[in-house]
C-alpha cells in the first residue's frame, strides 16, 4: 500500500500557510489597542471598552449568499468579503451598537494562496469600512466537496452598546419621519433570481452591456454591499434613533415589520429616491412586479432611520457631514392592518 500523504488526498497545508502570509498586512491593518492577539492564536482575544454601565454584546452572522457565483463568472474575489462584512456589521448597527471585531470562514475544495489572499483583502476592507477588527478566521480545505475553483464563505460581527442606548423600534411612533440612506445596487440579496433571469433565462453574460446600463452586467452585480458603520456613528450617539432597519433578503415588505411597534406602519412615497438602473433591468426583463421587486431587493435603499420630525434636519445634515446622501422616503403611520404602504 502507498504512503499516503494529507496532501495526496487534496490538502495542501503548506500552500494554507502560504495564505496565511499573503493576508497577514491586510489582516494587520484592521487591529486597534484592543486586540491582544496576532494571527494563528487558537483563540482571538480582545479587550472590551469602558466607560458603559450595562455594556450589551450584539452579535450577527451572514454570509454572501449566490452573489459568489458571479465572482466565480468574472474570476473577481477581492470585493466579496466586503460584502461578507457588511451582511452582518450592518445588523448589528440596527440596535445602535459599535461594531467591535469580525471573524471569517471560507470553505474551497483546494486552497489557492493568491485567492485566498484576495477574498481576505476583501475581508480587511470591509473591516476597514466597519470600524471592525479582523480578529480571526479560518480556511478550510475540503477536496471533492466543492466544485472547481468554488468557495463558500460566511462572518461573524460582534458589537457593543449600553443596555438603556440600545435601538429596539419600540420607540417608533405616528409621525416619525424615515430616512433612506442610499444602497450600492443589489447587495447581497436575490441574486438567485438574478442569476436565473439574466444569465439562464435571458441569456446574457457577465460582459453584456445590457440595455439600461452603462457598465457591463457582471461590475453592476458584483459590486460591493455598502457598510453603514461610519453613517451610524455620526448619528446614534447624538440624537434620538428611533429604529433602524437593514433592507437584505425579504426587501422592503418582510424587513421593515421587524423594527415597527403594534399599530405603526410605514409609508413610503415613490419617487423620493432614487433606483439604480440594474433593478429597472430586471424588473423589465423578467416582467416581475412592483411589488415582488419591493419583496425582493432594497430597491435602492440599504439602510433606513426613524427619527423624530422636529430632528430630521439636523440628522440628515449630521449624515450628510459623514459623506452620505441621505433622502426622506416616508413616515411612521398608525394602522392595524398593514405594515408597510408603498404609494405615488
Not at 190 to 218: A, I, N
Request: charged share 20%; aromatic share 8%; proline share 4%.
Amino acid at each position: 500500500m502507498a504512503n499516503l500523504t494529507y496532501k495526496d488526498a487534496g490538502v495542501d497545508t503548506k500552500e494554507g500557510a502560504r495564505a496565511v502570509d499573503l493576508m497577514k498586512e491586510n489582516v494587520k491593518a484592521t487591529f486597534s489597542d484592543n486586540v491582544l492577539t496576532g494571527l494563528g492564536s487558537f483563540g482571538s482575544l480582545y479587550k472590551l471598552p469602558g466607560g458603559m454601565k450595562e455594556p450589551v454584546l450584539v452579535s450577527g452572522t451572514d454570509g454572501v449568499g449566490t452573489k459568489l457565483k458571479v465572482a466565480f463568472m468574472m474570476d473577481r474575489h477581492d470585493t466579496v468579503g466586503i460584502d461578507c462584512v457588511a451582511m452582518c456589521v450592518n445588523d448589528v448597527l440596527c440596535q445602535g451598537a459599535t461594531p467591535l471585531f469580525f471573524l471569517d470562514y471560507i470553505a474551497t475544495g483546494k486552497v489557492t494562496a493568491e485567492k485566498i489572499a484576495d477574498i481576505v483583502k476583501g475581508v480587511a476592507d470591509g473591516c476597514l469600512q466597519g470600524n471592525s477588527a479582523l480578529v480571526g478566521g479560518e480556511t478550510a480545505e475540503m477536496p471533492g466537496f466543492y466544485g472547481e475553483g468554488e468557495y463558500d464563505m460566511a462572518g461573524f460581527s460582534v458589537g457593543i452598546v449600553d443596555k438603556d442606548k440600545m435601538i429596539t423600534g419600540a420607540k417608533i411612533e405616528e409621525g416619525n419621519v424615515i430616512i433612506g440612506l442610499p444602497s450600492s445596487g443589489i447587495h447581497s440579496n436575490g441574486y438567485s433570481l438574478v442569476r436565473k433571469l439574466l444569465f439562464e433565462q435571458m441569456g446574457y453574460g457577465v460582459d453584456t452591456m445590457v440595455e439600461g446600463l452603462d457598465e457591463p452586467l457582471g461590475e453592476a452585480l458584483l459590486r460591493p454591499t455598502r457598510i453603514y458603520a461610519k453613517q451610524c456613528a455620526a448619528v446614534v450617539p447624538n440624537f434620538d434613533i428611533k429604529g433602524i432597519c437593514h433592507i437584505t433578503g425579504g426587501g422592503f415588505y418582510e424587513n421593515v415589520p421587524r423594527v415597527l411597534p403594534e399599530g405603526i406602519a410605514a409609508s413610503f412615497k415613490k419617487g423620493t429616491w432614487d433606483i439604480p438602473p440594474i433593478f429597472s433591468v430586471i424588473q423589465r426583463d423578467g416582467e416581475i412586479t412592483e411589488t415582488e421587486m419591493f419583496s425582493t431587493f432594497n430597491m435602492g435603499i440599504g439602510m433606513m432611520m426613524f427619527t423624530a420630525a422636529e430632528d430630521r434636519d439636523a440628522v440628515m445634515d449630521a449624515l450628510r457631514a459623514a459623506g452620505e446622501h441621505p433622502q426622506v422616503i416616508g413616515e411612521a403611520i398608525h394602522s392595524d392592518t398593514e405594515k408597510v404602504i408603498i404609494h405615488e
